[in-house]
């Protein structure tokens, strides 16, 4: 089972990235995904879900900038980032548990039980 994220990069303050999460072992019409991202001495966050019935959440922090969504035939999901700002650099996580709610950050950290992503960096200057 993995998670393999991409779409990370740098860019400048407005400017808009697409980040992609695709699993392999298991699929999103079993499992909830959630994205997180961590700042360098700042803990865990959780930016966004998009559940199997497709509803979504948002952090007020991405509210309005930010959309979640998921393409299952390629069992891939994403989170659309627009007005990027500098306060969201951070390393971007998606996450997974199957058939069971989004894991909650271990210890302020990006990690715990189901599946974790390696992360991808978005830094935006």
């Known amino acids: 089972v993995q998670l393999v994220e991409s779409g990370g990069g740098s860019v400048h303050s407005g400017e808009t990235l697409r980040l992609s999460c695709t699993a392999s072992?298991?699929?999103?019409?079993?499992?909830?995904m959630g994205w997180y991202r961590q700042a360098p001495g700042n803990e865990c966050e959780l930016v966004s879900t998009?559940?199997?019935?497709?509803?979504?959440y948002y952090a007020d922090s991405a509210k309005g900038r930010f959309t979640v969504s998921q393409d299952n035939a390629k069992n891939t999901a994403y989170l659309q980032m627009n007005s990027l700002k500098p306060e969201d650099t951070a390393v971007y996580y998606c996450?997974?548990?199957?058939?069971?709610?989004?894991?909650?950050?271990?210890?302020?950290?990006?990690?715990?039980?189901?599946?974790w992503g390696q992360g991808t960096q978005v830094t935006v200057s």
């Open positions: 072992g298991f699929t999103f019409d079993v499992a909830d």
């Open positions: 998009f559940s199997i019935d497709g509803s979504t």
């Open positions: 996450a997974a548990d199957p058939r069971r709610p989004v894991p909650a950050p271990d210890g302020g950290h990006c990690r715990g039980r189901g599946y």
